[in-house]
Structures are given as structure tokens and as C-alpha cells.
């Protein structure tokens, strides 16, 4: 990538000294030439217009004002200290106000000269000011600028603007950068894609991205180098696959035996779905073709998961070897642990539950049992990871909820056999494609698109404090029917003190309006102990319970079939997807289901955002785009630690097309040519090589 072909350090760069450069390296991590390259700018200011101050209205949204600053004033004490300076041009004035970098700003700025600002008017007590403007003198010195008339602009910090690294002056280190530098950028991608994508060449894509010509050559720029980015992710992922697949051979699974068929013939209490069974045949097809198996298993939730994992671990134990099913918390390896001893009865196959609360005697006797091979399936946490887990000859690992696990643990899992043993992936939070392709780009997916016959949509409500006797009435109402209860609250670490209170005032009052001994309320939350916990879950899955009370420790995966009102206290706390997950621990029975959607009277235009999405849409794939638009992908749970997306230009929420192109691409060049031996493809492989050797690339010129 472009970083690697302009590996000069900074230094080299007139007007980047030892200390400007030593600041760019610490505040933004770039050493070389290549890095500064890839500063792309986040937003470009059309040079050529300008407005006068006679013309301005607030409705205007950052505009160029060229004028004269008359006064410069310090105003204000403490938090409210600002620098105020009166700007005119021939039609008016107005004032420019700094509430940060004052000191820098008025060390910048001298009366009597002429800039120009830019930014967004606000018009206050019968005068228009601009907060915060960018400010830049005039006439402009013009150098590749000259050409162009759009002016990049460029994120700095405070620590860079002490240094004079603000917008401006990034801009001028670049632009030097790329008089001297530019003409060393190789291609870096073989020239019949750009031929066939209609892409820029690097060199051009790299001058229009920082200085475009015009709108056309910044578009072309952009897209050559989102095109570029997500390309050699897709490489890397497509590539570490392939390797994989060929320095791996994977078990065999030859045969469909005795317990499957006993299972599905005696045991399964329902017809699979259409979509279990494509799934579950896309699982047989992988065991069998001597490859190690990576899938990603995606489905909404309650769409039958568990099902599917069991059967895959049955065709395991049919071959002669073990599983292992790994959850993130101890509840759900619980419920997991249960549910798979209860759909496949007593004697059929030794299952074993290996969680953080085993005692070291059961810890003993599990490990000698595992490590002679009469485990045959073992559920936990990750307790299974830990490195005295042995087993005798592993033969599938299901992950549950892959995003909670790093790359790493799963990693992890693999080492545990000579021959690393087929991997299944199970995620319940539905990840937009174009995620799942870049996180998971090395996994094959799987989707279980389909529910259970007869489930019904959740009918979803939003209501406020004033409507919360109404919701009383309901649930009454359903439990009166014989059903079951949820009442959720956020449980959020900075205040957990107060979230507590919250559970607690809630518990009071729902005591009050639910009394003993007709009434019976589980308890769940953080602060009890794991044993409390299991003991209050099991008594609302016996239905000894009627309503559960609890932090989202109940999140993921509950199955309470009976459960058919979800209420979600301070719901606008909530992300998107955390919501959907939460409603869907309703639903799972035949019966009608009901989600209700507390909140405050106030809700910000993102949190009412959310809330309507949950009202008119059950489909959790519709949520998660959504909440990937909402939020970025940043924020999906668990996504941070992946790195991959650190993208420096494409976005995956609206640059799908792009991905699929890139993607589609290196498939095909994996299928021509694996090795990479064509000429086109000489860089490639030599990209890959330095990024799985850590070579630098200094040496070639
Ligand atoms: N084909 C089917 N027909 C009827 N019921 C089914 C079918 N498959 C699974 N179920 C039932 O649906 C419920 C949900 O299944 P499961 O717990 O496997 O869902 P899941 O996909 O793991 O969902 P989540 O991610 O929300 O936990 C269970 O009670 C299960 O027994």
C-alpha cells in the first residue's frame, strides 16, 4: 500500500524539522513520507466563492468571507474566556469568537490585516458571528493550490496547532511532500483493474485527493483510493484463507452415523427450517472436503441456532471426535449446556459444562475425562481456552456470539490439536453485510434467514412515564393469561451506583404493584454472585416466576419460550442492536409477543430515531444497517479490538458498491492465478509477503 512505497522518513521533508515531525509521528502515528500521503483531507472548501457580510443568513452553512480584523479582545473569565475579534469587509461587520487555542489564535492574528475566515454564521443579538473559523490569510500563497479549486482541509489537535501544524500548515508540508516525493509512488495495482474500474492512476489519485483539480478529479481520487484500501484488506483476508486451506488439512467428516440420525429420527421435537437445513448441509459439505473449516453462522434472533450447532457437533461425535461450544457468559454456557442435554436427551452422548464457577475437584475429574476422550460435546466459557483444557481429539469448535471473543481467542481454540479443528461461528446480532465482509472476510457465511413456522411479529409500543400505569394494566394482563415477564433497565459502568438505584426503585414499585404471594418476581443483575443468578434464571425458566427483573446480563441468547412482554426501561440508552436483541428474548413461542419501549418524555432526534426503527421493523438486518448509519461501526460491540477498521477513507456504510467490486475482484485473482505468479500480480504477492514478514521496503527504489 502507499505507505510502504514512500517509506522516507519525514525529516527528509523541508519545513518538517525534527520537532514537527516528531509531533506527527506522536499525535496522528506518521513516520514517513507514504503516511502523510494517506492524511487525507476530512473536508474541502470550494475556494472560489466568497460571500459578503451584507449578504449572510443564518441559514447559510460555512461560507468564505474575506476582511479586515479591526480589534482583537479577551473577554471573559474561566470556562467563558474567549477571543473576540471585529472582521469587516466594505458591506459590514462582524465578529469572529474563540473559545479554544486562544492563545495560539491571538498570537496568529494581527489587527489591521486582511484574512479570510470560513465557517458557519450564526446571527446573535442582532449581529452575525462565526465560532471556531478557520482563518487564513490573504492573498492566499499559492503553490499546487493554485491549480485546484477546492482547499483540503485537514484534522490537527491543539498539540499540532502549537506547532503550527493546523490545517494550514499540514497542507503545506504535504504539498511539499508531494513536489518531491510524488514522482517515487508505484502503482499498486495491476493496471487491467484500473482499466477495468476506470480508476485513476495512484500518483494522480494521490495529487487530486489533497489538491483536486475539480469536483470530478476529487471523486475519481476518492474512489480509486477507498477502492484501494478495501482491496488489500481483501487480499490479506482472502489470502491468510487460502493459506490456511492449503497448509491445513482439515478432518474428514465421511460419515452422517448413529447419533445424528438417532437425534433427527427420536429426539428433535420440530421440522427444521428450510434455512437450518441449507445451513446445516453447507456445514456437512465443508467437513467433508478435507479443508479446516471457518463459518460464520448469521441468523436473527431466535431464528434456531442452538439446533443447528448441536447437529454440527453430532456429525463431529459421529466421526469420532469431540466438540466444544464456547458462550460468553456463564449464563448462556448454562442455558446452552441445558438446552442441548434437554434436546438430546440422557443417554445419547456425554455432554460436560466447564464454566469460571466449576470447583477444582469437578475442574480435575472434567480434565481427565476430556483428555481420554469420554467427553464427547464440552459447553463453557472461556474457561475452555485456558491452556489446561485438553482434549483427546477435537474435532469442532463452536463459537457463540463471535464478536465478545478477539480474533486472538479463537486463535486460541485452534492450538489446541495438531490438526486445527473445524471452526463454526455463531453470531445472533446480525452484522450488515458489508461488515461481516470486512471483519469476517476470511469465514464463509451462512445465513439462517428464516423463523420458526408460526412465530408471530413482535408487536413493538413505545411509551412514555405517563402511559406507565397502562403498561402495568398490560403485563398484568398477560401474565393473567398465564405468560411470562421481562422488565429490563441499562446498566451502564459509569454509574453504576445509579443504575442500581434505578433497579431498585423499579423493583419497588413493581413489588408494589405485583404483591407476594400471587405474584413472583426473579431478580437479576451484575452484583449478584453466579450461583444467585442461575438459581433467580431458573426459576423464571420454570415459570415459578412470572416476572424477571434484570440488567441486560440478559442480553444474549435467554430462551424462555413462555416469556411473551419484553419491557425495556430507559430504553433510549439503548444501541439499536442491543434493543433487538433484548426483544428478541420475546417471541420464541407460538404466543403473540409484545415489546414495550419505556422512555422519557425528551428524546434526542437519534434516540427517537432508534425508537421508531424498533417500532416499524423486526428484521434484524434492517436494525443493524441502521445502527451501523447511526453509530459507525466503531461502536458495534466488540468490533474495536478487530483493526481492520481502521479505514482511512471508505466508509462502510455507504461505499457497498465499492467493497463488492474489490471484493469480486481479488476472488478472481485468487481463482486465475493463487500463487500470484503473473506479472500483473508480481506486486501483490510482494505486498504480501512484506506484510506477513514485517520486511520493509526501503530498499527498492
Ligand atoms: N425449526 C424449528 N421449529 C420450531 N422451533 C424451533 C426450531 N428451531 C429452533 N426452535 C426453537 O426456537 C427457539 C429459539 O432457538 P435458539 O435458542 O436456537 O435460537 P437462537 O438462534 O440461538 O436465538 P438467539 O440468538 O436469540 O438466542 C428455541 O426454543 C428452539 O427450541
Known sequence: MIENFVPYPLTYLKGAGSRKADILSKELNIKTVGDLFKLYPFRYIDRTKFYQISALNEDLPLVQIIGKVNSKQLVGEGPKKRLVVKFSDSTGSMELVWFQSIKWIDENIQVGKVYIAFGKPNFFNGAFSIAHPEIESYPR?????????????????????????????????????????????????????????????????????????????????????????????????????????????????????EKLNTFYNQHLPFPLTGAQKRVIKEIRLDTQRGIQMNRLVQGDVGSGKTVVALMSMLLAVDNGYQSCMMAPTEILARQHFHSIQELVGENLIKIALLTGSTTKKQREILHKQLEAGEIDILVGTHALIEDKVKFNNLGLVVIDEQHR?????????????????????????????????????????????????????????????????????????????????????????????????????????????????????????????????????????????????????????????????????????????????????????????????????????EGKLRIETMVRTNNGFEISETDLQLRGPGDLAGTQQSGVLNLKIANLTTDHAILKEARATVVQIFEQDPMLQAPDHVLLKYHLDQENQGIRLDKIS
Request: aromatic share 8%.
Open 141 to 257: 500563497t499559492e503553490g499546487l493550490i493554485g491549480n485546484s479549486t477546492l482547499q483540503p482541509v485537514y484534522n490537527s489537535t491543539e498539540k499540532l496547532k502549537k506547532s503550527f501544524l493546523d490545517s494550514k500548515g499540514i497542507q503545506r508540508i504535504i504539498e511539499h511532500a508531494l513536489e518531491v516525493y510524488l514522482h517515487h509512488v508505484k502503482e499498486t495495482l495491476p493496471s487491467y483493474i484500473l482499466q477495468k474500474y476506470k480508476l485513476p492512476p495512484l500518483k494522480t489519485a494521490i495529487q487530486n485527493i489533497h489538491f483536486p483539480q475539480d469536483l470530478k478529479a476529487l471523486k475519481n481520487a476518492q474512489r480509486r483510493l477507498k477502492f484501494e484500501e478495501l482491496f488489500f484488506i481483501q487480499l490479506e483476508m482472502l489470502h491468510s484463507k487460502l493459506v490456511r486451506q492449503l497448509k491445513y488439512k482439515g478432518m474428514v467428516f465421511s460419515k452422517v452415523g
Open 405 to 605: 471473543f478477539g480474533v486472538q481467542q479463537r486463535a486460541k481454540l485452534w492450538q489446541k490439536n495438531n490438526i486445527p479443528p473445524h471452526v463454526l461461528v455463531m453470531t445472533a446480532t446480525p452484522i450488515p453485510r458489508t461488515l461481516a465482509m470486512t471483519l469476517y472476510g476470511d469465514l464463509d457465511v451462512s445465513m439462517i434467514d428464516e423463523l420458526p413456522a408460526g412465530r408471530k411479529p413482535i408487536n413493538t409500543h413505545h411509551f412514555t412515564e405517563g402511559q406507565r400505569l397502562r403498561m402495568f394494566g398490560f403485563i398484568r394482563r398477560e401474565i393473567d393469561l398465564g405468560r411470562q415477564v421481562y422488565v429490563v433497565y441499562p446498566l451502564i459502568k459509569e454509574s453504576e451506583k445509579l443504575d442500581l438505584l434505578n433497579l431498585e426503585a423499579g423493583i419497588e414499585q413493581l413489588r408494589y404493584q405485583f404483591p407476594l404471594p400471587e405474584y413472583q418476581i426473579s431478580i437479576v443483575h451484575g452484583k449478584l454472585s453466579n450461583a444467585e443468578k442461575e438459581y433467580e434464571m431458573q426459576r423464571f425458566v420454570e415459570g415459578k416466576t412470572q416476572i424477571m427483573v434484570a440488567t441486560t446480563v440478559i442480553e444474549v441468547g435467554v430462551n424462555v419460550p413462555n416469556a411473551s412482554v419484553m419491557v425495556i426501561e430507559n430504553s433510549e440508552r439503548f444501541g439499536l442492536s442491543q434493543l433487538h436483541q433484548l426483544r428478541g428474548r420475546v417471541g420464541r413461542g407460538a404466543d403473540q409477543s409484545y415489546c414495550i419501549l419505556m422512555t422519557g418524555n425528551k428524546l434526542s432526534n
